[in-house]
């Protein structure tokens, strides 16, 4: 069974959500959009307070480089543009929309139809997935137009597929894989043909055998993907191991995937990518698992962006008593909601409801030099050493240890018999070491 | 008898020879550095804190020999005492400044904001501030987690318990503004230290609308304007929801702080007030 070569540890499955199918979400009544859902430069608004809006409709433009343009996933009127609170707890831009009906914007195929010519040609397909704001539904938020525009001299021999869905609790994609395989397999097409490659890998963890199955059987059908059974292992969905465990190259440091020749891609984004080419449709909705220990209706969801968590939570049968803590995604990088009443963003793919016991911190204690941190971490770093110099506030020092090749996996502070808040301080190295950087840009 | 004789004879000869090949090479190799540099870094006073904006006091006296002049270079820590001392040392005119202490401008904490959610990471406030807005909910608050005092070179922070706030030991702080560097909210700042050390400052860096702010905190400013109209000196700006006394301008009346309908605006070290009963009065009915 393929895997990366380094470290990695296997949490508790807890996929209580692997047999619900995915329900439609009903529309909310008020909707709040934030106006930039990516990582990169803010997108710019194009709709004023009191306008018309329909299901599809552009509400902010992508006018910078690393950039997504962002679509109105709901039929209504706009009652106002104002901050509104994300989950973290501060304030951003967003859309307030009242919404009236579903009516979608003409030119979108909104039926269930598989379509499955592929007309555009590779450039045409790039230009059509920035256009319907496209971005990596992995969890980062990265426009995804950008991984296929390919620098200068570098060329691309495999498409990597990420249906690992390494996270415990979470369940989204392997449902996604049982319902709708087929937009999921043109998706791929879609991205081979955008590409120009011959390949197209889909790794896929052992523990969801059906989705393995379905997606091997109709995989048959199409030259050049082939689907990867993969060890149950985590952080087996992390980029660089997913390219490690599927072709043997390793990404350099600090470097792209497209240095090895490798672009990766999760599986929903291909299903929305499927959506964007072959149906006019821009991503607006995703499919979100409430999931947790105590929740009494877990339930795979498809929700429209910009739905308030707080209503999902409702309609799942509301918080139980014991709730100690609300994650926006997996328990290994899922942060914790900090406040209800937020809405979902493009990349909201799990909402974990855990309780007090589960998710408290365990007490800190000295460092035992057991080495478990060092033993799990797979980018092979040595976690302790770099967070004992973080608590020295040694950051150029955390940068000679390689800080920033820490992929923010969480398995050291999960291993730590100590409870030393060691992840915790390699993020806060790296973030003081991306402010040196810039810097000494500056000089 | 021979063998001693050899032996000291090989030791005494090594040792010359390495004596006059090491003079050369002092000679050749000779730092000719300026005197002066090791006399200001002894008159400075050592605690290497860099709030001069230099590396440390060595640094900083490398810089005044090399500008010959004190334009720009202070140590805040020496204050006008070493400044002068130094001024006359180099023959050079030092400028006065005004005496500053740090000043922590959020009242928030334990007592007056109702936590909504737990924090339990690593006790750094910049790691906070990258993953939530506060306990409490407001977006500008003193998180509380001491970042300001580990990075204190002269002791003179501590996070009060009761308040969960930092407290500055005002005969201690000597200004050199490290704490206002590391503070990812902004919330502490150096104010003039004022005459007999009384202050009035507003307690509060929230630039949210003043409803906003008021449902998270008891004492937050809520930018109404009410110190701006009262002040007579134009000492008072409301800005995004905010007011801000310049130090400057301030003549100490203390109009703003019973005009204020939240109690944002503080005053230190002023005798207590005659006719108290009266004031609080007022106050209320402003509310």
Not at chain 1, 134 to 145: K, Y
Not at chain 1, 182 to 193: F, M, P, T, W, Y
Not at chain 1, 242 to 253: D, G, H, N, Q
């Given at each position: 069974m393929k895997t990366f070569h380094r470290g990695g540890t296997h949490p508790e499955e807890n996929k209580l959500t692997n047999d619900c199918s995915i329900e439609v979400f009903p529309l909310p009544k008020q909707a709040v959009v934030f106006v930039s859902q990516h990582l990169g430069a803010p997108a710019t608004l194009v709709v004023e307070k009191g306008e018309k809006v329909k299901v599809g409709q552009l509400l902010a433009k992508a006018e910078q480089f690393i950039c997504a343009n962002n679509h109105s996933p709901y039929s209504g009127t706009i009652s106002k543009i104002d901050l509104a609170i994300d989950f973290t707890g501060y304030k951003k831009t967003a859309i307030y929309i009242d919404v009236e009906n579903d009516e979608w914007l003409e030119g979108i195929d909104t039926s269930n139809e598989i379509v499955r010519d592929i007309k555009l040609d590779s450039k045409q397909i790039v230009e059509k997935i920035k256009e319907m704001g496209?971005?990596?539904?992995?969890?980062?938020?990265?426009?995804?137009?950008i991984k296929y525009m390919l620098p200068e001299g570098k060329k691309a021999d495999y498409l990597i597929i990420n249906a690992v869905e390494c996270e415990p609790y979470l369940t989204s994609d392997n449902r996604l894989m049982l319902e709708s395989a087929?937009?999921?397999?043109?998706?791929?097409?879609?991205?081979?043909?955008a590409l120009g490659v011959e390949k197209a890998l889909v790794g896929i963890e052992k523990n969801k055998p059906k989705a393995i199955e379905q997606m091997t059987n109709l995989a048959t059908k199409y030259k050049g993907i082939e689907i990867v059974p993969l060890k149950t292992k985590y952080p087996q969905g992390a980029e660089k191991q997913?390219?490690?465990?599927?072709?043997?190259?390793?990404?350099?440091?600090?470097k792209l995937p497209i240095e090895v020749g490798c672009v990766v891609n999760n599986i929903g984004t291909a299903q929305a990518v499927y959506y964007a080419v072959q149906k006019n449709r821009p991503l607006i909705q995703n499919i979100l698992t409430l999931t947790g220990k105590s929740v009494?209706?877990?339930?795979?969801?498809?929700?429209?962006?910009?739905?308030?968590?707080?209503?999902v939570i409702d309609y799942c049968g509301g918080l139980p008593e014991d709730t100690g803590k609300v994650i926006s995604g997996g328990p290994m990088m899922g942060k914790a909601i900090s406040d209800l009443s937020a809405p979902t963003v493009k990349t909201t793919s799990a909402i974990l409801i855990m309780s007090n016991k589960e998710s408290s911190r365990k007490e800190e204690t000295n460092c035992l030099r057991c080495g478990k941190c060092v033993t799990v971490c797979p980018m092979g770093l040595q976690p302790i050493h770099i967070a004992q110099l973080a608590e020295n506030r040694l950051w150029e020092e955390t940068e000679k240890s390689s800080a920033m090749d820490c992929i923010e996996c969480g398995c050291c502070l999960y291993t730590c018999p100590a409870g030393r808040p060691l992840l915790d301080l390699l993020r806060l190295s790296k973030n003081n070491i991306s402010e040196i950087r810039r810097q000494r840009a500056k000089r | 008898m021979s063998t001693i004789v050899f032996s000291i004879l090989v030791l005494v000869l090594t040792g010359v020879a390495s004596a006059v090949i090491l003079y050369f090479v002092a000679q050749k190799f000779k730092v000719i550095e300026d005197p002066r540099i090791d006399t200001l870094t002894d008159m400075l006073p050592g605690a290497n804190c860099g709030g001069c904006g230099y590396a440390g006091c060595r640094s900083l006296a490398e810089n005044i020999i090399n500008n010959n002049s004190l334009d720009g270079l202070r140590c805040p820590v020496g204050g006008d005492n070493v400044m002068s001392d130094i001024a006359s040392f180099m023959g050079l005119e030092a400028s006065q400044a005004t005496p500053q202490v740090a000043v922590i401008r959020c009242n928030g904490g334990k007592l007056n904001t109702t936590p909504k959610v737990r924090y339990e990471g690593v006790k750094d406030c910049l790691y906070a501030h990258l993953n939530m807005s506060s306990e409490g909910g407001c977006p500008n608050a003193c998180l509380g987690l001491g970042s300001c005092v580990s990075v204190c070179a002269f002791d003179s922070i501590k996070i009060d318990n009761t308040t969960g706030l930092p407290i500055v030991d005002q005969e201690k702080c000597v200004a050199c503004g490290l704490c206002v560097k590391i503070c990812p909210r902004k919330v502490i700042e150096l104010r003039n230290k004022g005459i007999k050390n009384r202050r009035v400052f507003v307690s509060c860096v929230n630039t949210e609308k003043g409803g906003i702010s008021k449902k998270n905190c008891n004492v937050s400013c809520i930018g109404c304007g009410k110190c701006e109209k009262v002040c007579e000196f134009g000492a008072i700006k409301i800005e995004n929801n905010l007011a801000y006394i310049d130090y400057d301008k301030c003549k100490l009346c203390r109009k703003c702080v019973v005009e204020c309908p939240t109690g944002a605006i503080h005053e230190v070290n002023f005798p207590p007030r005659k006719e108290k009963a009266n004031v609080e009065v007022e106050a209320s009915q402003i509310k």
């Open positions: 496209i971005v990596g539904l992995g969890g980062a938020a990265f426009p995804t137009h087929e937009e999921a397999l043109i998706g791929i097409e879609i991205l081979k043909k997913l390219i490690y465990a599927l072709t043997k190259r390793e990404v350099p440091s600090g009494k209706q877990r339930k795979n969801l498809l929700v429209r962006v910009g739905t308030p968590i707080q209503s | -």
